[in-house]
């Protein structure tokens, strides 16, 4: 049987959090389109994998869907490949787990996808919990906007950066949708090779949007579709995360634009980390990050202990 969407979802010990995702697209999503649901748990403690299992066990026989474990914590873009290696689906959806759907959105979107070839990758419009819009349409990961910031990108070239906080009646496109829930063509995904696994946490959109672009391929925000974003709760803040932060701009800037570019914001960040630790002193570890020019080496990824569930022991 065809498959026109594989559903691609990552938990780690966030089962409250997976179940009640998967149950908001069961329940908005029509019945007109042919779903395959993939979990992955990226390393969960047992308990955790356990009750997410016994929930997918029990929907096993109504819908298409399969919990994939692994063993280690892959990180965002690792995570979603271990997924997409056993999608069917014309289209693909990667959808964080603290996301609720407030309408069909996957119809809505592959409806937009089969009329608009032109289009690699798209997402529907995201909501705060207390309803407020949460930018979905983002600008990429560049010098200019970390030295100048969004805002005056957006005054200075409205037309390349729309403004992100604003509600559009229609679809838009920008530069990058919100890693949050992302729409690809399978065939467009496949051919750029998907996620660049090298990036454990942050900008992934930057990075495969960027490789988007270079087919000719484009991302749109189609804001008939609404979802909640739960901001954050997969991803709970700490020191390491901010390291991890620039430890992946650091490495797209190098990847997209070249020594020079990484170079002028490497330096930029040491001289703001150090001021800033100063006045901080919780910063100090990001600052000496930065000293060490925040390489790969250094991410969460390499940091990861393998965590085989009990009775594979």
Known sequence: MAVD?????????TADYTIN?????IKHTSKNITCQYLIVDNGSEAEN????????????????????????????????????????????AFINNDVLLKNDCLSILKIFMDTNKNVG???????KENKEILPTLDHFASLGRELFGRKVLESVNP????????FYSSPKKGQFVAGSFMFFSSADF?????????????YEETDICKRLEKINKEAFLVPEGHFIHFHGASTPKQVALKIELKISLLYV?????????????????????????????KNWPVFIALLKQAPLSISL?????????PDAI
């Open 5 to 13: 969407v594989s559903i691609i979802i990552i938990n780690y010990n």
């Open 21 to 25: 995702c998967i149950e908001s697209i």
């Open 49 to 92: 994998y356990f009750n997410l299992k016994e929930y997918i066990d029990s929907l096993s026989k109504t819908i298409t869907i399969k919990l994939i474990r692994s063993n280690i914590n892959t990180g965002f873009g690792g995570g979603n490949m271990i997924g997409a290696k056993y999608a069917k689906g014309k289209y693909l």
């Open 121 to 127: 990758v798209c997402g529907p419009q995201a909501f």
């Open 159 to 166: 037309k390349k950066y729309p403004k992100r906080k604003q």
């Open 190 to 202: 496949n051919k750029i090779g998907g996620f660049d696994t090298n990036i454990f946490l942050y």
């Open 253 to 281: 800037i190098r990847k997209h634009y070249g020594l020079v570019s990484f170079y002028i914001l490497l330096r930029y960040l040491q001289l703001k980390y150090f001021i800033s630790s100063l006045i901080k002193p």
């Open 301 to 309: 990824k390499h940091k990861q202990s393998i965590n085989p569930l």
